[in-house]
């Protein structure tokens, strides 16, 4: 057990919906990253926020949008889904924001979202 | 921009022999590089973590990864396969950021 947690578990919905996952990071780490898996794509970073703040963008889609609220849990906004939207999203947390030693990311067991 | 390539997308090994896992970086600063292995199901688990401090990294599980700078590879060995490591391995690079570059996975399956 990672310490991380997210809800829910799984997702199933229709294209054209929006979702919202959800992710509690361990106790005292101020990062969360969001992460998409996908047989096609593979493992890709989204978005970091530390501190309430975004740090970073990867390949995230205008149709997603993230936040990170005072109690540091974040959410991953997904709108007018699509069947391509179909993936594992992993949020994962750190101490800090830096690369460097010690900023090593937990991860999640993931959602398992399914559009339809 | 920081990337990681790993070599064979599938890897069987028979109980009891050698785990060689290949990856390959590329960066332009003194990168800072991980294996993680990801169970059926499963969130990433780090298996270890290379941060300059030694270039021959041990892990959990039995595993370690050595940094060769001149070949910028880091391969990750086991000596001996457990029907337990049937998994997928990932190797990834961070920016100064602290996100994640990952490769594309290397499926491994244990035989008896």
């Known amino acids: 057990d990672s310490g991380v947690t997210q809800t829910p578990k799984h997702l199933i919905t229709a294209t054209g919906q929006r979702v919202t996952l959800r992710c509690s990071p361990r106790?005292?780490?101020?990062?969360v990253y969001w992460y998409q898996q996908s047989l096609d794509q593979g493992l890709q970073f989204l978005i970091q926020y530390y501190n309430g703040e975004e740090r970073a963008k990867g390949n995230i889609l205008e149709r997603f949008s993230a936040q990170q609220f005072p109690d540091l849990h974040s959410e991953l906004n997904l709108s007018s889904l699509e069947l391509g939207d179909s993936a594992l999203y992993f949020c994962?947390?750190?101490?800090?924001?830096?690369?460097?030693?010690?900023?090593?990311?937990?991860f999640g067991p993931g959602t398992r979202l399914t559009v339809l | 921009a920081q990337s990681v390539t790993q070599l064979g997308s599938h890897v069987s090994v028979s109980e009891g022999a050698l785990v060689l896992l290949r990856c390959n970086y590329s960066s332009s600063v003194p990168p800072y590089l991980f294996w993680y292995v990801q169970y059926p199901n499963q969130g990433l688990q780090l298996l270890l973590k290379?941060?300059?401090?030694?270039?021959l990294v041990k892990g959990i599980n039995g595993f370690e990864a050595e940094f060769k700078k001149s070949e910028t590879s880091f391969h990750l060995t086991k000596p001996s396969a457990h029907m337990s490591d049937a998994a997928e391995y990932f190797c990834?690079?961070?920016?100064?950021?602290?996100?994640?570059?990952f490769g594309a996975g290397t499926q491994v399956v244990v035989t008896p």
């Open positions: 290379y941060t300059s401090a030694a270039t």
């Open positions: 106790s005292g780490d101020l990062s």
């Open positions: 994962a947390s750190s101490l800090g924001t830096s690369g460097k030693r010690g900023n090593e990311q937990f």
């Open positions: 990834a690079v961070s920016d100064s950021w602290g996100k994640l570059q």
